[in-house]
């Protein structure tokens, strides 16, 4: 399974950006997914959740709820992170990561590339 992360730019302070990742591979059932950011200097933080199967839980860091929305497509295997009001310190390295079921199997984990997100005016 591979996950490709994209959507990241430059945005003014108080703008929006969304961002998009994309599993692709065979065999496969995402059943969990996450964003994480990495700031310079910081620790990799996580920033949302949503789980697919039962409960469908979303939960959110504090420092971005009420301001960012994960979502996932009805159909495929695309996640997407919607951020409004975005300010300096949401500037940061965004990173996917999901969970999949391979062949009804084994659940694995597996990461995305990062894609930048500046916040600056």
């Known amino acids: 399974v591979q996950l490709q992360a994209f959507g990241g730019g430059l945005v003014q302070p108080g703008g929006s950006l969304r961002l998009s990742c994309a599993a692709s591979?065979?065999?496969?059932?995402?059943?969990?997914w996450a964003w994480y950011r990495q700031a310079p200097g910081k620790q990799r933080e996580l920033v949302a959740t949503i789980t697919i199967t039962g409960s469908g839980r979303i939960t959110y860091a504090d420092s971005v709820k009420g301001r960012f929305t994960i979502s996932r497509a009805n159909a495929g295997n695309t996640m997407y992170l919607q951020m409004n009001s975005l300010n300096a310190e949401d500037t940061a390295v965004y990173y996917c990561?999901?969970?999949?079921?391979?062949?009804?199997?084994?659940?694995?984990?597996?990461w995305g590339q990062g894609t930048q997100v500046t916040v600056s005016s």
């Open positions: 990561n999901a969970n999949a079921v391979i062949n009804g199997g084994q659940r694995y984990n597996y």
């Open positions: 591979g065979s065999g496969f059932r995402i059943d969990f």
